[in-house]
């Protein structure tokens, strides 16, 4: 069997976030291979990622964007578990992806549950008159303002918008995916963007 060092465990838990118990288990299970433990962790990690949503986040990073003009930025709250991933590349660089997301899509909320209901009453009222004035029949009118208001939410709400670097993904996708890879609960609490002659937008 492989020795383990201290380096190793040191490497792996850089690369996964996950506990140093943990690192050296996988380690010893997969005789020092560091890339095979590491996806062995991560894959584990995918299915407890959502045990973790109930998870107090009470560390993180101020994460600060702003445009090559100087015209547009992002100041953004994501928070984690502890200092140790707060300080992690992964961590830093989901920050940087989802503020540049925000400069660029200008999300107002970050969760469908976030929105107000009277702007959700106000919206699904505004569909379902213009889809009467469109001469749409009565009994299809329904399901056709919701399928309007599940556009309405994807332009809206960060966590359901499509990543601009990758549309195969959503925002909310990226944060589990880094929940699963870095073992903690991570959380948007929120953002505020500010862009030249707008009133800025803040959640």
């Excluded at 073992?183 to 953002?191: A, K, M, Q």
Aim: hydrophobic share 40%; glycine share 6%; with cysteine.
């Amino acid at each position: 069997m492989a020795q383990i060092t201290a380096q190793m465990v040191k490497e792996l838990r850089e690369m996964t976030g996950v506990g140093p118990l943990e690192c050296k288990n996988a380690l010893e299970q997969f005789e020092g291979d560091l890339q095979k433990a590491a996806d062995y962790l991560r894959e584990k990690g995918l299915a407890k990622a959502a045990k973790k949503s109930d998870r107090a986040t009470n560390d993180g990073i101020i994460h600060a964007y702003v445009h090559h003009n100087n015209r547009l930025g992002v100041l953004l709250e994501l928070n984690c578990e502890t200092d140790f991933v707060a300080r992690t590349e992964q961590f830093r660089t989901l920050a940087n992806n989802i503020a540049l997301q925000i400069a660029n899509l200008g999300a107002q909320y970050v969760r469908r549950e976030d929105i107000p209901s009277a702007v959700i009453e106000a919206e699904r009222e505004l569909q379902r008159r213009r889809a009467l004035e469109e001469g749409k029949p009565e009994n299809v009118v329904d399901r056709i303002v919701d399928g309007r208001m599940e556009k309405f939410y994807e332009e809206l709400v960060l966590f359901e918008q499509p990543f601009i670097k990758d549309d195969s993904v959503t925002i909310g996708d990226l944060v589990k995916q880094a929940i699963a890879e870095l073992g903690e609960n991570i959380t948007v609490s929120r953002f505020a963007r500010f862009a030249i002659g707008e009133s800025g937008d803040t959640q």
